[in-house]
């Protein structure tokens, strides 16, 4: 009985030390030497911007119109829309795509030596952004 125990507070603080140490992506971007961006960097990045992002396998363009108006598009094609977006006081990029029917989903930009990621609210990496062009629409 005594080394049942024994094995179960082991395998108990074995079990909360991996917790502990697992982490999100964006703590581990933070960790690493990533960059916050606050709000006025993030603007200054993408609004009046063609922004050309990858999530995943799939390459996407987006243009940020000053009018806060998103389009955006598949870059082999299959896909395009349009939506909204907002920058908020607390550094977050929020979108609204037509599809999301009016939700926002806020993602926070970090700077990841010369790339920029975006994160979920959950910390997971969605979108690596991969180049800013100055443009008036897609």
Known sequence: MTHLKAYATATVFVLAGGVAFAGTELETAINNGGEMLNADQIAELIVGKVVTAKSGEKEF?????PSNVLDGELTNGGWKGTGTYA????????????????RYRCLTAVRVGETVQKFNVDGK??????????????
Do not use: H, W
Request: overall charge negative.
């Open 87 to 102: 920058i908020t006081d607390n550094n977050q990029v929020c979108v609204s795509m037509a599809a999301d029917k009016g």
């Open 61 to 65: 363009r987006f243009f940020y119109d």
């Open 125 to 138: 990496m969605t979108f690596e952004l991969l180049g800013f062009e100055p443009s008036s629409g897609l």
